[in-house]
C-alpha cells in the first residue's frame, strides 16, 4: 500500500471519540504508514464502543494497493468515520474509486462519504459507515486499486478508514481448511456444569450448550492456563505461559513498559497468524483486557473490537445480537471471530425469571446446594443458555455449519468450595464465589469442545488438554503452518482421527501467586512465599486463619507449619480438601513433583526458543550473510555471549574458553568492566560485577565448534555445569566442562536473558541460533542471520516469587467493585 504524501494523524477530531486512540503496536506497513495507524475506540452508545484497526488521514489524499489478483464477483469494502477539525464546514468527502490495468483506468466510482446525523443521548448507534462497492473485474485479473479522497478547498476534513477488504474470495482448493474460525469462550463457566464433565447430583440447566458441544469432540478433563481473564485468554491466543511469555502481572495496570516489552517482542498472537493469511478477525464481547488503549489492557491483534461496558443482566442479550449480526454480514468471507459471552461472571445476578426457572428445576431448593454453588450463579447458567440458544439457532439458519470451525470453551472456573475459601487483603476481597487466586480445579477445569465438518461428533476425549494446545490446533485444522514461538502441541490429528492418540501429558497452569501441575492423577501447587492464600484445604484448618493486621501490610513469608506446597490424589480426593503435603511420608512425591516441574519449564523454553527456518534464510546476492555462487562458503560463525550479574555484590570471575585445533575464537566487544584478551585458539576473560553487570562477546568458527570452559568466581573454581544458558537461564546439569553440540543448542537464544524480579544473580550465556543451510540457484548454500538486535525475555514462573508492590488505590477499588471483580 502506497499513501501518497499523508498529513499527520488527527483522530482526536473524530466525532464520537471519547476515548484517546492506541497506536497499532502490530503494524507492519512501514513508518510512512505507522503515523496513522491507530485503534480508533467510538462510542456506538451508553457504555458501548466498537473499536476499529484503521488510517486516520486528512483529505485530499490517495492510497493505492498494487499487484493484487481479483476473486470472483469482486467488491471493495470498507469502514469510515469523518471527523470535524477547525475551519471545516462541510459535510462530504467523496471517495473515488479506480481500478487500473497495465497503466490505464479500466473502472472508477465516486461515493459520497458522508457523516451520519448526531446520536440521540442515550440510544444506540453505528460511528462507523459501511460502503460495499462491486468491482467490475473477472476472476483471476491483475489490477492495481487507487482510493482518492477529496473535499472542498479549505475544508480540512479528517477521514478514518478501517477495516479495507478486497472481498469475494475463491475456495481454496482443499476445503478442508477453507474454513472460518468462531471462538467461544464464556467468562467463568465451570466444567461440572456444561458438556461431558457435567455433575449429576444437578438437574441439567443448559441444554443448548449441551447439545452444541455434542455436536463435536470435547474434552472432559480440559484447563485453563490461569484463573483470571488477561492471564487466560493471552495463554490461549499465544500458546505460551504468563511469566515466559511476558504478559505476566499481579497488579490491573499493564499500560506502559510492561506492555511496551510484550509488544517488542513480537508475541506469536493466533489472531495475526490469521490475519496475514486473509481472516478478517474480529471479536465482540466485554472485556477491557483487550483494548491497547486502556490502562488495563493489552493490544490482542483484532482489526475490530466490539465491546459491551454493561452489565451481564443486559450485556448478554446485546451482545448475541451483536454477533447474529456479524454473521449475517460476513457469512461469504472468511472470518475469525472471538464471541466472548460474560455471563455467568459476578455479581451473579441474573434475570428474575431465570432465577426462578433454576430454583424449579432444583426442587424448589435455593441453599444448601452440591459443591456450595449459589442460586444466582446457577441462574446465571440457565440465562446463559437460553442466549446462547438464540445464537446456535442464528448460526444454523445461515448455514455455516459446513464449513466454520468452532471452539467452544471458558477461560476460567468459579471457586464455591468452602474448604478453598481465604481473604484476599490486598483487594479486600473473600476467594470464595470468586475467581483469580487459587489454582483448584473449581477455577481451572473448564469445558471444551471442537466442533467443525472433519471433526467427529459425540466424542469425548479423556486425556488432559492444556488451553496451551488451543493455538497450535486451530491453525493446524486451518490448514495454516504452525507458529514456532508456541509452547503447545496441536490436537489436529486426535480430533481428525488421522493421527496417533495423544498420550497422557502433566498439566501446567499459573497465577498471580501459585503455580500447579497435574501430573496423572496428581496434583502440585507451589505457592509464593509471601503467598497470603490460607485455605482450610491447605492449612487442615476449619476456616480460612486470621491474619493478623501486621501480617497483612508487611507481607511475611509463609508461616512454616502450612508450608508453601500443597498436594492432592485427584483420585482419592477429587474435591481436593486434603493437603497431603504437610505429611512426611508425601516428601518423596512433592520432590518428585518438583522434578517434573522443572522439566515441562525446561519443554515449553526449549519450544520457544525454535526459530522458523524460512526466516533465518538470506537470498543470494542480498543481506551481510550472502555468498555469491562463484566463492566457497565459508564456515558458519557463533556470536557468543558470557555475562555476570552481581545483584548488588561485588563479583568476579576469570579464566578461558578454548576452542579445538581447526577452529577458531575472536574477541568481540564488551560491556562494564570485563577485559578480553586474544591467545592462540582461545580467548582469556575476566568480568567484573556489582550493581552494573560485565560481559563480553567472542565469535566461534565454525558455528558446532566445541567449547572449553576454564573458569573461575571469586577466585575459586567454576563448574561448567553452573552456567545458566540461552533465553530463559537453563543450567548445564552437571554436563562436562567441554560442551557437545546438543548443549550449544540448549544455549541458542534470539535475545538475551533477562533476570526476573527475584534477584537472581549468576554467570550467564547464549549464543547465536544453529545455522540452516538454505539452497540457492546456483547450488551454493547461504550462512544464516546472526544474533538479533538485545530484546529481553522472562526467566519463568520463578518470577511469581517477587513480593507484589502494586498498591490498590480507592479509585481502583471503586472501578473493580463496579465491574464486579471485588465485592
Known sequence: MEPAAPQNSQARCLA??????????????????????????????????????????????????????????????FAYALGKCSGWRSDRVVAHIAVHREGKTVWSRDVALVRPPRAKPGTTHAPWLDVEVPLELSEGAAFDLELRLSAPPRSDPVVSLAEVQLVGRPRLTTPLHDRNVLLIIVDALRSDLVGPARRKDLPQLAPNIDAFMARGTSFARAYSVSNQTRHSTLAMFTSQTPTMGRFFTRGWITRGPLADRWYASKPPLITLDLASAGWATSTIG??????????????????RIWN??????????????????????????????????VTPHLPHRPPQRYLDETQALLGGRSTGLPGDMTLGYLGEIRYLDAEFGRFVRAFDRLGLGRDTLVAFTADHGELFKRAHACRSSKMRNVCRKNHGVTLYNEEIHVPLSFIGDSIEPGRVVAEPFSQMDLAPTLLELTGLPENVAHAGTSWAGVLTGQGARASARPVYAESRQVVALIDGHDKLMVHNRWSRIFTPARTGMKRPPSLKRRDKEAGERVKPRWGQYELFDLNTDPEETLNLAPKGESTAKVKAMLETLSSVRLGFAERMSRFPPDALRTPRGTGAGAVPPTRARPPAPAFNVLLLRAGGASRRATGKVSVANGATILCGHIRGKATCKQLDQAVEVTL?????????????????AALTFSLTLDDKPFEVSRLRLGPFGISMGGEPAEAPLELLRRAQARYPPRLSRTGEVGLFFWRSLEPVEAPVKSGQTVPTATLSAPKQVPLGPEAIDAPSTEAMDKGMRKALKELGYTR
Open 16 to 77: 464520537a471519540l471519547r476515548e484517546v486512540p492506541a497506536r497499532n503496536p502490530f503494524s507492519g506497513e512501514g513508518r510512512a504508514i505507522n503515523e496513522h495507524h491507530r485503534r480508533i475506540p467510538l462510542v456506538a452508545g451508553p457504555r458501548l464502543r466498537d473499536i476499529r484497526d484503521a488510517l486516520t488521514l486528512r483529505a485530499p489524499l490517495t492510497v493505492r494497493w498494487k499487484g493484487l489478483t481479483s476473486p470472483a464477483a469482486p467488491r471493495l469494502r
Open 688 to 704: 567484573e560485577a556489582t550493581t552494573d553487570p560485565a560481559g563480553l562477546a567472542f565469535e566461534t568458527r565454525p558455528w558446532d
Open 286 to 303: 466485554h472485556n477491557r483486557f483487550l483494548f491497547g488503549h486502556h490502562a488495563w489492557g493489552m493490544d490482542h491483534g483484532f482489526d
Open 308 to 341: 459491551n461496558g454493561h452489565r451481564t443482566s443486559r450485556d448478554t442479550p446485546q451482545l448475541v445480537d451483536q454477533a447474529i449480526a456479524y454473521l449475517e454480514r460476513h457469512r461469504d468471507e472468511r472470518f475469525f471471530l472471538y464471541f466472548n459471552l
